[in-house]
DNA sequence: AAACAGTGCGCG
DNA sequence: AAAGCGCGCACTGTTT
């Protein structure tokens, strides 16, 4: 980090100083929960591990390494399953070893592969989460995890010891195993979460200047990621669910924006559709109706060959052609000028005042500015909060950490609503006044557990 | 024992 | 133009 401008520095600068104040706030845990947890689950997993001995699987394991079999080697398993027992390979690694990931355990068509992906899930909650929480937390029963600005290429943050930025949450079983050890610190507060809604597609936008994209983000009777769920399914607007919506939202929409190419949306879009369990509001299934369609089967996805006729990959082609050549082209052709600008300089700047100099890839010079900056808005909101209106105002509330996009606070009961209020007068109208950059309307979403309950309790909250 | 590369997986 | 971006952490297997 050479080349700031006054602006940049000083932001970094407050912000290293505004995060040690969150770092030293800390987050109460519960360490009875954590000590009970982690015996369960251990008794859980050895359970399941038991029935494990049925299965033909575990006996070749067993035959071919004896005395050195590990159910933790991923490539001893690897080795039974495509070597020993001839299941057709799925993937090989940048070191030409069996892929070995939860998608090429998925390909393998036995049920041992279930129970150890289950298991190895339990696995990580409890060592990575159960156990990295309970080794860091102080005698007083808080955590203070690390955040760092100074190490992060993308001019985003980090957590480490433990990282707070990678708590689950999207598998609800696991979610809850692990957020339940997250209380407010006294019975009369509250743990609370403000994010910014679509702020990196809002920074996009302030890049770009796309009017496609300006158009989305400012009238509220539009919405893209239930456009290109119409689009991706080959839906009609009374065929559309909020399923589907979230498919293309998470399986095309951000792929794209960050230069994800069709073959791997492809991809994912189609396994989505198990995994949202998209079916048709008459009942018939997704795959039948794409198939009427025109779109019989998924395709090889490759990117060295171009997709054959009749195939979803080839459908997601075209609309991937259409995204990027019709709907957002003038996004299209900011990303075109800005890595030729870059080519010529050898550096691009950030609209939070930061030069970044260096060798870098294609994705990396257009999707850095726009990373960065949006947790810049977040970052200068932060500050704002922690050194100078918490404490104005005399609020007990504290902010104890920080999601890239997201604040975490210890909010007293009593002050809730001022709280929320100031937060949202902060990350929206303070920051707007003090960026002109920001063309677009920024908004903040609130998530607030019941007093005295956990970080899993968590609800939508709507301020009024 | 410590360090390293590789792999996998949790989050935005 | 390249074939999504970033981060930290646990674990294996190898080398120092």
Redesign the pocket.
């Known amino acids: 980090m050479k080349s700031l401008t006054k602006d940049g520095y000083r932001l970094l600068h407050e912000g290293v100083q505004a995060l040690s104040i969150v770092e030293g706030n800390g987050i109460k845990v519960d360490v009875d929960y954590l000590k009970q947890t982690i015996v369960s689950i251990s008794e859980k997993i050895k359970a399941l591990e038991a029935d494990y001995k049925e299965h033909d699987v575990f006996r070749q394991w067993k035959k071919r390494y004896g005395e050195?079999m590990?159910l933790?080697?991923?490539?001893?398993l690897?080795n039974v399953l495509f070597k020993v027992m001839e299941y057709p390979v799925y993937a090989y690694?940048?070191?030409?070893?069996?892929?070995?990931?939860?998608?090429?355990?998925n390909s393998v068509d036995d049920p041992f592969v279930n129970a150890y992906?289950e298991v190895?899930?339990l696995?990580?909650a409890r060592?990575?989460y159960l156990?990295?929480i309970a080794?860091e937390v102080g005698p007083d029963g808080f955590l203070h995890p690390s955040f760092?600005l100074h190490?992060?290429?993308?001019y985003?943050s980090?957590?480490?010891?433990?990282?707070f930025?990678?708590?689950?949450?999207?598998?609800p079983q696991?979610?809850e195993l692990v957020r339940r050890a997250f209380l407010p610190r006294a019975a009369n507060r509250h743990l609370v979460e403000i994010?910014y809604g679509g702020v990196e597609v809002k920074v996009a936008a302030c890049y770009t200047e796309d009017p496609q994209l300006l158009k989305y983000i400012k009238d509220p009777t539009t919405d893209m990621h239930r456009d290109m769920g119409m689009q991706c399914y080959c839906l009609s607007p009374k065929q559309m669910t909020s399923s589907a919506r979230k498919a293309a939202k998470s399986k095309f929409v951000?792929?794209e924006f960050?230069?994800?190419?069709y073959?791997?949306c492809a991809k994912d879009l189609w396994k989505g559709i198990d995994e949202f369990g998209l079916v048709m509001p008459d009942g018939t299934s997704m795959k039948k109706h794409l198939a009427k369609k025109g779109w019989k089967k998924l395709g090889a996805c490759d990117?060295k060959h171009s997709p054959r006729p009749h195939t979803f990959e080839k459908h997601i082609q075209l609309v991937e052609k259409d995204f990027w050549g019709k709907r957002f082209k003038v996004y299209a052709q900011w990303k075109q000028d800005w890595?030729q600008a870059y080519k010529k300089k050898g550096w691009f700047d950030t609209l939070t005042g930061f030069r970044i100099h260096g060798l870098y890839?294609?994705?990396?010079v257009v999707?850095?500015p726009i990373?960065g900056s949006a947790f810049h808005c977040l970052l200068w909101s932060l500050i704002r909060l922690v050194k100078k209106e918490l404490r104005n105002h005399g609020f007990k509330s504290i902010i104890v950490g920080q999601?890239?996009?997201?604040i975490v606070a210890d909010v007293h009961h009593k002050e809730l609503k001022p709280f929320l209020r100031l937060c949202q007068e902060v990350m929206v109208d303070q920051l707007t006044k003090a960026w002109p950059w920001i063309i677009v309307p920024m908004e903040v979403d609130f998530e607030v557990a019941p007093e005295g309950k956990s970080w899993f309790e968590k609800e939508t909250y709507e301020l009024n």
């Open positions: 050195k590990k933790s080697s991923r490539e001893q690897g690694t940048d070191t030409n070893r069996y892929s070995t990931d939860e998608a090429a355990l992906l190895e899930r696995k990580k060592g990575t156990r990295g080794r760092n190490t992060i290429v993308t985003r980090s957590s480490d010891r433990p990282n930025q990678n708590i689950p949450i999207r598998n696991i979610a994010d951000f792929p960050y230069g994800n190419i073959t791997a990117p890595w890839k294609h994705n990396e999707n850095y990373q999601i890239h996009d997201s």
